[in-house]
Nanobody, 125 residues
């Protein structure tokens, strides 16, 4: 029902920065929790960062201090600013939302109700 579109991925060198965007459809964006996950070839999808409706943020330890998640409810958009990128950050990055929270943890991909198509981030060494 809710449609999500990610953008901003690309090919960069280690140490560079990228900013990802996730645009959602509908009129209830401000009530959603939003998460960024990533998946490398042959690997499981893993949690990267999340932001709740009240703008509390969560990060995977490996990206804390390098990545920043934010949201602009007037634009139905969530962002992931990625600095000091490393080859280990290479993956397809997906945006997901929790439409109905009910105390579900934002760190678990199974707790999300809709996903975007993904955007590829490749970091060369």
């Amino acid at each position: 029902q809710v449609q999500l579109v990610e953008s901003g991925g690309g090919l960069v060198q280690a140490g560079d920065s990228l900013s990802l965007s996730c645009v959602a459809s509908g009129q209830a964006f401000s009530t959603y929790h939003v998460g960024w996950f990533r998946q490398a070839p042959g690997k499981e999808r893993e949690f990267v960062a999340a932001i709740t409706w009240s703008e509390r943020t969560y990060y995977q330890d490996s990206v804390k201090g390098r990545f920043t998640i934010s949201r602009d409810n007037t634009k139905n958009t969530a962002y992931l600013q990625m600095n000091k990128l490393e080859p280990a950050d290479t993956a397809v990055y997906y945006c997901g939302i929790q439409e109905e929270n009910n105390l579900r943890t934002v760190r678990d991909a199974s707790n999300y109700d809709a996903w975007g198509q993904g955007t590829l981030v490749t970091v060369s060494s």
